[in-house]
């Protein structure tokens, strides 16, 4: 049976390939949440706002 890769101390890359991911998933996660609030409040977007999203699509 094929354990797949398993996190040792001479192997930690699956857990930094782990945490890179659910880093990066917390990123959009919430630039998601602030755009969605300043739609819902209909607030109109920033420079701010602008510069924030350029940062995450750079961010990969």
């Known amino acids: 049976m094929d354990e797949g890769e398993t996190i040792s101390d001479e192997r930690v890359a ?3 390939q782990i945490l890179a991911w659910l880093f990066l998933s917390f990123c959009i996660i919430s630039v998601a949440a602030q755009f969605i609030t300043k739609h ?3 607030k109109p ?3 701010t706002d602008i510069l924030l999203f ?3 699509v750079h961010s990969y």
Do not use: D
Request: hydrophobic fraction near 75%; charge should be negative; glycine fraction near 0%.
């Open 14 to 16: 699956p857990l930094i």
């Open 40 to 42: 819902a409040m209909s």
């Open 45 to 47: 977007f920033e420079v």
């Open 54 to 56: 350029v940062a995450l």
